[in-house]
């Protein structure tokens, strides 16, 4: 075939033209072949000759034959893009059912999704090995619809009796819990009483969820049902649930009846209600999920219960009670127990790492951050090899044609199994070339070596330092909050419209800057570099300054708004650690323990300042009586 010829045989062309990336996928996308085909041929001796060669092989991977698929794998071998095309080539010999192929190729997959697992499940089946199908059997306790090649999977685990009817239960609930009536609905028909289950009864309960009620409760199916509709009336009042449930709790089975005071004690743990933990402590922790456990140790640290937390972190799983947080919180229990030597070994035990618990246990212990004794400085000779690795040749190349993604899907490949040396040289590289990004991954990287400059960088010093100190600002804090917010990428964007080096919504760098009095402001402006840090500043001063001047609450509130940041305050003063800890949103909670412990290690990189986090966090004040406890 000749186009084989020109794309893997043919080497020797003297082809070393620049690639226009942009225009490759946009012959990708018209499936225009034959051009294609041009531009692989073009493209080789290129470090990026593999881009092109990627869109003409998935363009038509449909019908491409295996050798082309497995040429284009031996030829760029270790490469993200390999990795990427073999996981595309794998769901494709799935759905050919090349199950031969399929279990040869599947091995070299470094992180095969659910997808790929059960086409490996159904490969085993075909070719009479059956280690893969009890290995899928884990994927089936899911809340989530799992994909198409998992039913076949499925139905073989049923047939074989690997998934009785209480697994089938088991999920049932699990998907309700996440309020998925479709997918409830199907694999109600996988059990006895599917009837039992449909469409019109849970599309009720999702609008009106005591209609009916009390729901019957003599059949696993009735109880499913007023299972459901506690866990909709939860997520607003907890407090009528839990009326409902002592209602009608005394006729239902003990499992049934602790899941119950656990689904509703979650809910009110998440908003802070002050009975939910016991509401927790009647649900028992036999069959909790990981969600319930670790909102059952929140609602104890929130309650000042640290007997109730100790004995809820030490039934937890071993894995999850490994969790920093978890091993950081045992310690703390034990200590306000009074139990002081069996506290100190475990906090010393934490307390040589730079995150959020190692600086709380450090001071538990009674010390604060010390400058790093080791700041590694690469040499000339080590930045110079960094530039010749393959991926970081084609990661340059990708930036400079504003291909980010690839960019950095590339630079981070290349960083794999790097020593700490050449992580840290490979940071001062990136840091050259205004990569600040790539710059803290790879530093973050380090072992044993470091170099806190790198680590947390400080570009655009001279605006960042003036503007907050205008606006009454730690300058750490600002460093530490726009670290988080972008990794000091200038231009960035998120999906949901926020931009440049502190996120800016347009809404709100319109508003901030009709306070500044600028006038015919343009989205767009918020990408300056000055007039982003500018707003940004502004903007969380006045969050701060409305939020007690707490930098906590403000950080909470930046990430998630602050009427939020100011609902999740207690009646009392809080600690702050408490507070922090029990943010009902995953993704702020743990933002806001990472801008506090960045501001503590830019304090330290400018050789002033609050280098105590404790310190830093202070206490929460208690909220005002007219607070809402379910802001926007």
Not at 238 to 244: D, G, H, K, V
Not at 539 to 562: C, D, F, K, T
Request: glycine share 6%; with cysteine.
């Amino acid at each position: 075939m000749k186009i084989l010829c020109l794309l893997f045989a043919c080497l020797a062309l003297p082809a070393h033209a620049r690639i226009d990336l942009n225009a490759v996928l946009e012959a990708s996308r018209s499936h225009n072949l034959p051009l294609l085909a041009r531009m692989s041929e073009a493209a080789l001796g290129d470090p990026l000759e593999m881009y092109p060669r990627y869109q003409w092989l998935t363009a038509q991977i449909t019908t491409l034959p295996e050798a082309d698929a497995n040429n284009f794998l031996a030829r760029y071998p270790d490469t993200p893009l390999a990795e990427r095309f073999r996981a595309e080539w794998l769901k494709e010999l799935g759905h050919r059912q090349s199950w031969a192929s399929y279990a040869a190729e599947y091995p070299k997959l470094e992180n095969p999704n659910n997808e790929l697992q059960c086409f490996f499940a159904q490969a085993g089946m075909a070719l009479g090995t059956e280690q893969a199908l009890n290995a899928v059997r884990a994927i089936w306790f899911s809340g989530q619809a799992q994909p198409q090649a998992c039913g076949p999977v499925f139905d073989a685990l049923q047939a074989q009796g690997k998934l009785t009817s209480d697994d089938v239960w088991q999920r049932l609930r699990l998907v309700l819990f996440n309020d998925n009536i479709d997918l409830a609905v199907s694999i109600a028909t996988r059990i006895d009483s599917a009837s039992a289950i449909n469409y019109k009864q849970l599309s009720i309960l999702r609008t009106q969820p005591e209609k009916g009620w009390p729901q019957p409760a003599e059949s696993r199916a009735g109880r499913e049902l007023a299972l459901y509709s506690l866990g909709r009336i939860a997520r607003n009042t907890p407090e009528r649930a839990a009326q409902l449930l002592s209602e009608v709790e005394a006729h239902w089975p003990e499992p049934d009846r602790q899941y119950a005071w656990r689904l509703i004690g979650v809910q009110a743990a998440k908003k802070h209600n002050p009975q939910a933990n016991d509401w927790l402590a009647r649900g028992g922790r036999e069959g909790m999920d990981a969600e319930s456990r670790a909102w059952s140790i929140r609602a104890g640290l929130r309650a000042g219960d640290w007997k109730g937390v100790l004995e809820r972190i030490d039934t937890l799983p071993e894995q999850q009670r490994q969790e920093p947080c978890w091993r950081y919180w045992r310690a703390r229990a034990l200590k306000e127990l009074g139990r002081i030597t069996e506290a100190n070994p475990l906090l010393a035990d934490i307390a040589n790492g730079g995150d959020f618990y190692s600086l709380l246990a450090r001071e538990d212990l009674g010390t604060v951050l010390e400058p790093a004794s080791i700041q590694y400085q690469a040499s000339e000779d080590e930045i110079r090899a960094v530039q010749q690795w393959p991926a970081v040749k084609r990661a340059q190349a990708l930036f400079q044609q504003n291909w980010r993604t690839e960019a950095v899907r590339e630079w981070n490949w290349g960083m794999r199994g790097q020593t700490d040396q050449m992580l840290l040289a490979a940071s001062e590289f990136a840091r050259r070339q205004g990569w600040y990004d790539r710059a803290i991954y790879s530093a973050e990287r380090t072992r044993e070596l470091h170099n806190a400059s790198l680590r947390y960088l400080t570009p655009y010093r001279e605006v960042v330092e003036k503007l907050a100190r205008t606006e009454g600002l730690d300058p750490a804090w600002v460093y530490g909050l726009m670290r988080q917010e972008s990794r000091f990428i200038a231009d960035a964007k998120s999906s949901a419209g926020a931009r440049g080096l502190m996120q800016l919504m347009p809404a709100t760098a319109k508003w901030i800057a009709g306070k500044l009095g600028i006038k015919r402001f343009n989205p767009n402006d918020a990408l300056d570099i000055r007039t982003n840090v500018m707003l940004g500043s502004r903007y969380l001063r006045e969050i701060w300054s409305g939020l007690n001047e707490s930098q906590v609450m403000a950080s909470a509130g930046y990430n998630a708004g602050p009427n939020r940041a100011r609902a999740w305050q207690a009646t009392q003063p809080l600690d702050a650690s408490i507070y922090i800890e029990t943010i009902p949103f995953s993704e702020t909670r743990d933002y806001v323990k990472k801008v506090m412990t960045n501001a503590v290690h830019y304090s330290q990189v400018f050789g002033s300042g609050q280098t105590s986090l404790k310190s830093r966090l202070g206490k929460i004040p208690a909220k005002a009586g007219n607070d809402s406890d379910n802001p926007e």
